[in-house]
């Protein structure tokens, strides 16, 4: 009993012979220790003040290697610039900026890295717009972010423009008194791992100030956590647009705000500094506070706009102005209008039918122009003012996007779910369309791989009518000054809103199904003074089954001033009207009575009887009108502020139509109506 007890002794010291082998194999001390590389840096490992970022279970135990294409003159560098969200993430808010605030950002920047970065021994590319040059790091001042450096050996250097020679480097850095900055550097890759924590330091802190600092953070508000004001919304944001989650137009919005916004904070600065070195008090001097003034608004709107990019909820709100730069084609040039009829294949048996129902021409005596086509979007490209697509049963396989700029129709010869229209490959949106008069039926859309919705209306009017929409990203959106009716149709999946309505829109919805989506219908902030209130007819949907609200209504928290007295009056204006039968029976209800004059403020809705699923009909419908009398109220009071008192009601309000009847809402997550305040 005692052998076999040695036995099994023994074989127990062998297995762990073979782990500590194993692991010093993998440059561990010991199983599920830190490698020796990492825990070698500028602390021993007997400091305990020394960080322990860089260990096994934490980032930056292992680097890549970058090694360039072709023949390239320089040794390998660190592969750093491929990190994660995560990692990045972990990083700025464990070991690098914590809890500190944005004037205390350099300082916790310095501290880190004096704790992580090896102060010399180390070689780097230093790499300018000019030139790349190698050298060898002596010492770090990290206040500074700078770096005294040594010519490399072997002298190696490229250049684009021009020939540097090795006295030619040596006197240029003897001006800078070889000193360079070390964001400039990118670290020579070592395999024994003991720079890895220097090289990643490096990388985190170049990543940050050129990609998440601004030059006016320092000045801007210090009360709050920089970290989670200004770092985690502009680090999501970068990984966002790396991802091909932001449509690019969005994208391009906002990089020209931020070129905006420092070219003009630049202004700014110079403005300031050339104001407070001035001891004159001449008319020069009062003319150039109030352009500094002025500059300073301009600044503060650009960044109030740059922070709700910025912010994932805000933006997903707000989302930006989109204007397509598809031009109309107008009438052919011929004076003639085409019908084209798209199919890969056709049976005679469906194309007898086709000839009967719709290629027959009215009136008889006129000729009909037909064009064929195998692929959709060459025939929508192909349409002017007037044409008419028919899409013949199949699945059709779009690998961009549609932009219909002209009032032409696409119809499905048969039922949506024959005519699956499917989108493949990277893009903003699946149909965009700003004619003034388009119509779409019969017809199935699966959206894949989109940024925004799976159909946008930026102009004019869109007829969307017996058509599926399947969505991955937002559904439909009705920008400013759009119309969109919507007819007898079916939408679900979207991640967003089913339905966005923007503010100055006209939306109709009749008889359709809106389901698993994040929201159902989404109703974009109107408040504002510059934005004209929307239309909305709601008619006999069904809105169910979707993660958030039926129904949203986006606005800002209203001043106290503004509070109390609009929702009153109204509650006070509304009349309560039965329905000519049962509340089943809402379908019977002709058009002139859906909706009554609430105040001189706008025009609302027929209440009807409340009960189970259509309840919320009368809530949605009151939240609105209430809404709109704010913004007539606040009007008001800007008009006063500015010493106007008396005003034509006419010229001053604004009609807002709302037709909220017969609608269900059931099973939706957090009920029927809810508000997004911000």
Not at 15 to 35: C, D, H, V, W
Not at 435 to 460: M, P, T
Not at 520 to 528: H, P, R, S, T
Not at 550 to 559: A, N, S, W, Y
């Amino acid at each position: 009993m005692a052998e076999g007890e040695r036995e099994q002794e023994q074989e127990r010291e062998q297995e762990q012979e073979q782990e500590l082998a194993a692991a010093a194999a993998s440059g561990s001390a010991e199983p599920g220790e830190q490698p020796e590389a990492v825990q070698r840096g500028s602390c021993q490992e007997e400091d305990d003040s020394c960080s322990d970022y860089g260990s096994h279970d934490k980032l930056g135990t292992v680097l890549g290697r970058f090694v360039p294409n072709g023949n390239v003159l320089f040794p390998d560098t660190f592969e750093t610039n491929h990190l994660l969200f995560y990692e990045r993430f972990k990083a700025y808010q464990d070991y690098i900026l914590a809890d500190c605030k944005a004037s205390e950002v350099k300082e916790f920047t310095a501290e880190y890295l004096e704790k992580v970065l090896e102060p010399s021994g180390w070689q780097a590319i230093w790499r300018t717009n000019v030139f790349d040059v190698l050298v060898e790091v002596e010492d770090v001042e990290y206040s500074a972010l700078k770096v005294v450096v040594r010519l490399g050996k072997p002298f190696l250097c490229e250049s684009s423009t021009s020939t540097f020679t090795l006295e030619c480097m040596q006197e240029l850095l003897k001006l800078k008194e070889y000193r360079v900055p070390l964001l400039e550097l990118w670290m020579v890759y070592e395999e024994s791992g003991e720079f890895d924590q220097t090289a990643l330091a490096i990388e985190h802190v170049r990543f940050f100030y050129q990609y998440i600092w601004r030059s006016w953070d320092e000045e801007d508000d210090d009360d709050f956590d920089y970290f989670v004001r200004c770092v985690e919304p502009r680090l999501r944001l970068y990984y966002d647009i790396l991802e091909h989650r932001v449509p690019s137009g969005l994208v391009a919005d906002y990089h020209n705000l931020l070129s905006q916004c420092e070219e003009l904070y630049k202004k700014f600065l110079n403005l300031r500094n050339s104001i407070s070195s001035s001891d004159s008090d001449s008319e020069a001097e009062n003319v150039s506070m109030v352009e500094g003034l002025k500059l300073y608004n301009e600044v503060e709107h650009l960044k109030q706009k740059l922070k709700l990019i910025e912010n994932p909820l805000l933006r997903y709100v707000f989302g930006y102005e989109k204007h397509t730069g598809l031009q109309a084609k107008g009438i052919r040039p011929t004076g003639t209008k085409i019908t084209h009829v798209v199919s890969s294949t056709i049976m005679s048996s469906l194309l007898h039918s086709l000839l009967r129902d719709k290629l027959y021409p009215e009136p008889p005596d006129e000729e009909l122009e037909i064009q064929f086509h195998s692929d959709l979007l060459t025939a929508v490209n192909a349409c002017y003012e007037g044409d008419t697509v028919i899409i013949c049963p199949g699945h059709y396989i779009v690998d961009g996007m549609f932009c219909i700029a002209d009032s032409i129709e696409l119809e499905g010869y048969g039922l949506p779910d024959d005519i699956v229209i499917e989108k493949q490959g990277k893009g903003d949106s699946f149909v965009d369309c700003s004619g003034a008069n388009i119509r779409i039926s019969n017809l199935k859309f699966v959206q894949h791989d989109a940024v925004e919705g799976v159909l946008s209306v930026h102009h004019g009017k869109t007829t969307l009518e017996n058509t599926v929409l399947q969505c991955e990203t937002t559904g439909v959106t009705v920008r400013t000054s759009a119309e969109l009716l919507m007819k007898n149709s079916d939408l679900y999946g979207a991640k967003g809103a089913g339905v966005e309505i923007y503010p100055g829109s006209t939306c109709t919805l009749i008889g359709n199904g809106i389901h698993h989506c994040r929201e159902g219908i989404l109703i974009k902030d109107f408040l504002d003074d510059h934005y004209d209130l929307p239309k909305i007819t709601m008619v006999n949907n069904v809105i169910h089954n979707n993660e958030g609200y039926g129904f949203v209504l986006v606005k800002p928290t209203i001043p106290s001033d503004v509070k109390d007295n609009p929702a009153e009056k109204l509650e006070e204006n509304i009349q309560n009207t039965q329905s000519d039968g049962e509340t089943d029976n809402i379908r019977g209800l002709g058009p002139e009575k859906l909706c009554e004059c609430a105040s001189n403020e706008m025009e609302l809705y027929e209440r009807t009887e409340i009960s189970g699923q259509t309840e919320g009909n009368y809530e949605i419908a009151n939240e609105l009108g209430a809404t709109s009398a704010k913004k007539s109220q606040m009007h008001k009071k800007r008009l006063s502020e500015l010493g106007i008192t008396e005003a034509d009601d006419n010229l001053m309000s604004q009609e807002m139509f709302v037709s909220i009847v017969g609608n269900q809402f059931k099973h939706n997550g957090k009920g029927s109506f809810g508000t997004f305040l911000f």
